[in-house]
């Protein structure tokens, strides 16, 4: 049974580093084909997909917010980290990490956690 | 700046059947995008339907299905049932990054 679990504060300050925790079970990060994304929707607004590590700790970012975004896992521990800097009031959202599988002419994200809320204020 | 386009809302009745859609600003859907789908109810995080186009998790119930549709990703569902009534959104590759389009809400009424 594959789950995963976010993890970190619920409330930052403006200008201040969002970090947090994916920590997962079920599946193993240094598997060929596997990977961990987190993704985050504001309140009542649409999901919006933020990054990606496999494997192979080949790293995707999205092209708005790839400077403030670094991505990393701890294979040993089972954990996928998220780091956000600069926060920002409109960087309040639930923030959501998710297992992904790749293949030869399949890509999916398949287990998902339950989210964490974050709030940006001072 | 790549935009994924969902109808921002639609109306279906018990038992009928709709199609949702999945466009891209950069033209048009193929299976190279690996369109997924997502189902999230409110207060729930994102149940994933459809990946790669067409392709169905265990859990996926058979009224849903997924295909290309006149240069879009689709997702129908036939025999809807009350509790389809949710958000649904598509999620598209492009060459190493992923986007979400913004989401339709499914109504049953």
């Known amino acids: 049974q594959v789950t995963l679990k976010e993890s970190g504060p619920t409330l930052v300050k403006p200008t201040q580093t969002l970090t947090l925790t994916c920590t997962f079970s079920?599946?193993?990060?240094?598997?060929?084909?596997?990977?961990v994304g987190w993704i985050r929707q504001p309140p009542g607004k649409a999901l919006e997909w933020l990054a990606l590590?496999?494997?192979?700790?080949?790293?995707r970012y999205s092209p708005s917010l790839k400077s403030r975004l670094t991505i990393t896992k701890d294979t040993s521990k089972n954990q996928v980290v998220l780091t956000l800097t600069n926060m920002d009031p409109v960087d309040t959202a639930t923030y959501y990490c998710?297992?992904?599988?790749?293949?030869?002419?399949?890509?999916?994200?398949?287990?998902w956690g339950q989210g964490t809320l974050v709030t940006v204020s001072s | 700046q790549t935009v994924v386009t969902q109808e921002p809302s639609l109306t279906v009745s018990p038992g009928g059947t709709v199609t949702l859609t999945c466009a891209s600003s950069?033209?048009?859907?193929?299976?190279?995008?690996?369109p997924n789908w997502f189902q999230q109810k409110p207060g729930q995080a994102p149940r994933a339907l459809i990946y790669?186009?067409?392709n169905k998790h265990s859990w996926t119930p058979a009224r849903f299905s997924g295909s290309l549709l006149g240069g879009k990703a689709a997702l129908t569902l036939s025999g809807v049932q009350p509790e389809d009534e949710a958000e649904y959104y598509c999620?598209?590759?492009?060459?190493?990054?992923?986007?979400f389009g913004g989401g339709t809400k499914l109504t049953v009424l």
């Open positions: 790669s186009t067409s």
């Open positions: 950069t033209g048009a859907v193929t299976s190279a995008y690996y």
């Open positions: 079920g599946f193993s990060l240094s598997t060929s084909g596997v990977g």
């Open positions: 590590i496999y494997w192979d700790d080949d790293k």
């Open positions: 999620l598209l590759y492009y060459g190493g990054a992923w986007v």
């Open positions: 998710a297992h992904s599988t790749v293949g030869a002419i399949s890509a999916q994200f398949q287990h």
